[in-house]
């Protein structure tokens, strides 16, 4: 099985939604059960990747004949590179697709600092993960509540509003470790903006430091907002990193991807609000 990571940098704020919320946030993101890391699914990375290749034909039966579906709309199916690697499930002419694509997972979350305008934390399991799903080797630090592992010659670091000692800095193999696998610009500052946290302080961040959108709907009559048209959105942050492995037996699929990325200038739209401007992202695979 061949293997390569694919990753997500966000340019604006991101909401795949995980339906609605009993909550003081109507419209949360989906996120890990365990951890509470927002997480993008399979499917959804899967269903933006598929729409790369729109080639269609209509289906027919045995006899040449064009079938339709139960509304009498014709059923269409993929053809050529979006076949080979998404598969049909035409129901007559099933096919698996050869591309197999895992869930995004949370690797660097940013965050507001007193210093620098922001910074990219991480934590040692979400570096344990990357190494494990990567076979990348580097050294990862542990601090302890409180503690942070940073290249700053500051004694202390205020992140949101958490006043934080420097423990040490980080190790430069983890630095290009992590700095090769994106080629966004704003990525490029990692050797400056990156921090080790614990994963407590990481959880608490990655939960409770996401935007909140409040949406209304004005009422033209009234001028006051409709009613039922006032809602919270959760959103991820702009400049979050997120990694999926994709594998395929077949060399050839992993590179059809990379090249197709190439052509929409590795730039792509996940989840909902694309028509606002949210969700889209520099992605590629390495």
Same mark, same amino acid.
């Given at each position: 099985?061949?293997?390569?990571?694919?990753?997500? &940098?966000?340019?604006t704020p991101?909401?795949?939604?995980? =339906? @609605?919320?009993?909550?003081?946030?109507?419209?949360?993101?989906?996120?890990?059960?365990? $951890?509470?890391?927002?997480?993008?699914?399979? @499917? @959804?990375?899967?269903?933006?990747?598929?729409?790369?290749?729109? +080639?269609?034909?209509?289906?027919?039966?045995?006899?040449?004949?064009?079938?339709?579906?139960?509304?009498?709309?014709?059923?269409m199916i993929?053809?050529?590179?979006?076949?080979?690697?998404? =598969?049909?499930?035409?129901?007559?002419?099933?096919?698996?697709?050869?591309?197999? *694509?895992?869930?995004?997972?949370?690797?660097? &979350?940013? *965050?507001?600092?007193?210093?620098?305008? /922001?910074?990219?934390?991480?934590?040692?399991?979400?570096?344990?993960? &990357?190494?494990?799903?990567?076979?990348?080797? /580097?050294?990862?630090?542990?601090?302890?509540?409180?503690? #942070?592992?940073?290249?700053?010659?500051?004694?202390?670091?205020? &992140? +949101?509003?958490?006043?934080?000692?420097?423990?040490?800095?980080?190790?430069?193999?983890?630095?290009?470790?992590?700095? =090769? *696998?994106? %080629?966004?610009?704003?990525?490029?500052?990692?050797?400056?903006?990156?921090?080790? #946290?614990?994963?407590?302080? /990481?959880?608490?961040?990655?939960?409770?430091?996401?935007?909140?959108?409040?949406? *209304?709907?004005?009422?033209?009559?009234? =001028?006051?907002?409709?009613?039922?048209?006032? /809602?919270?959105?959760?959103?991820?942050?702009?400049? $979050?990193?997120?990694?999926?492995?994709?594998?395929?037996? %077949?060399?050839?699929?992993? @590179?059809?991807?990379?090249?197709?990325?190439?052509?929409?200038?590795?730039?792509l739209q996940?989840?909902?609000?694309? $028509? $606002?401007?949210?969700?889209?992202?520099?992605?590629?695979?390495?």
């Open positions: 099985m061949k293997q390569s990571i694919l990753t997500i &940098f966000t340019r991101l909401h795949v939604g995980a =339906g @609605s919320s009993v909550g003081a946030i109507d419209q949360p993101v989906i996120r890990e059960r365990h $951890t509470r890391f927002p997480v993008i699914p399979g @499917s @959804s990375i899967k269903g933006v990747l598929a729409d790369l290749w729109p +080639e269609r034909v209509q289906a027919t039966d045995k006899d040449g004949k064009l079938r339709t579906d139960k509304n009498d709309k014709p059923i993929r053809t050529g590179d979006g076949r080979l690697l998404f =598969g049909s499930d035409d129901d007559q002419k099933a096919d698996a697709g050869k591309l197999l *694509i895992g869930e995004g997972r949370l690797l660097a &979350f940013p *965050i507001r600092a007193a210093r620098g305008c /922001f910074a990219w934390i991480t934590c040692p399991l979400a570096l344990n993960r &990357f190494m494990r799903d990567s076979g990348k080797s /580097f050294p990862v630090s542990t601090p302890d509540e409180g503690e #942070v592992h940073a290249n700053t010659k500051e004694p202390k670091v205020i &992140f +949101e509003e958490y006043p934080l000692t420097v423990k040490g800095p980080i190790d430069a193999k983890l630095i290009e470790a992590l700095q =090769g *696998i994106c %080629d966004d610009k704003v990525w490029q500052e990692l050797p400056d903006k990156l921090a080790v #946290v614990s994963d407590e302080l /990481f959880s608490y961040f990655a939960e409770n430091a996401c935007e909140i959108a409040q949406h *209304i709907r004005i009422d033209d009559e009234t =001028g006051v907002v409709a009613k039922g048209a006032l /809602f919270n959105q959760e959103n991820v942050p702009s400049e $979050t990193l997120f990694y999926a492995v994709v594998q395929s037996h %077949d060399d050839a699929v992993l @590179s059809k991807c990379a090249e197709k990325l190439k052509d929409v200038e590795h730039l996940f989840g909902a609000d694309a $028509t $606002t401007g949210l969700g889209w992202c520099s992605v590629s695979v390495k």
